[in-house]
């Protein structure tokens, strides 16, 4: 019940298209769910977060819809670059304790 | 702000060595946390503090892996003695206080175990 499932485990897409990743929880306890980013050799760094109090945010050229009766949340983005080129993470935790990660998607943008 | 930092970024021991890994959170962040990154399990979280005391270890492997916080700008990873499954990237993250869920990570460090 703490896994978030997280898909594709890989993705291409060319240059100004649109990349959807896709993930699904099962603790109905969880109330933060972040997207992280994550360059070669680097950490993962904060993208975008939603709590299920609303069903969409967008920030520039992503876009997190969340539905909470599917328990279900998804990563839009849209004018896809190759610099979004990066391994993606859905994350989900409850009353601010640990992060339960995804297992990760491989986004390329083919220019 | 120089964001969380780690040492060493790589570190290529023997199997049965010891290993310590080091962390400097964010200064003013209350909370701590140390990951272990593998291509097979993926982001897996090891062990979380707040104000310096651990608050949930048990995704700890086992009894060779232990993690202190003497205080608030320092906590340690150590593996002993190392095995080759060790073998990984291990992250340290930060968070502050007041509500906020945002985990800030650091740049991590490769472990190799021969």
């Known amino acids: 019940q703490q896994q978030v499932k997280q898909s594709p485990q890989s993705l291409i897409v060319q240059k100004g298209g649109i990349s959807i990743i896709n993930c699904a929880y099962e603790?109905?306890?969880?109330?933060?769910f972040p997207w992280y980013q994550q360059f070669p050799g680097k950490g993962p760094a904060l993208l975008i977060a939603i709590r299920p109090d609303v069903s969409e945010k967008k920030e520039g050229r992503f876009t997190i819809s969340f539905n909470k009766s599917a328990k279900q949340f998804s990563l839009h983005i849209m004018d896809s670059q190759p610099g979004d080129s990066a391994t993606y993470f859905c994350a989900a935790s409850r009353n601010t304790g640990k992060l339960i990660f995804g297992q990760g998607t491989t986004l390329q943008v083919k220019p | 702000d120089a964001g969380v930092i780690q040492s060493p970024r790589h570190e290529v021991t023997e199997m049965g060595q010891e290993v310590t890994l080091r962390c400097k959170p964010i200064s003013g962040h209350n909370s701590l946390f140390w990951y272990r990154q593998t291509m097979m399990r993926g982001l897996e979280l090891l062990i979380y503090?707040?104000?310096?005391?651990?608050?949930?270890d048990s995704g700890m492997p086992e009894d060779r892996f232990s993690a202190k916080m003497p205080n608030a700008s320092f906590s340690t990873l150590k593996i002993q003695p190392s095995e080759p499954r060790d073998s990984a990237v291990y992250f340290c993250?930060?968070?502050?206080?007041?509500?906020?869920?945002?985990?800030?990570f650091g740049p991590g460090t490769r472990l190799t175990v021969l």
């Open positions: 503090f707040n104000n310096n005391v651990p608050i949930d």
């Open positions: 993250a930060s968070r502050s206080g007041g509500g906020t869920d945002t985990q800030y």
């Open positions: 603790n109905t306890a969880f109330d933060y």
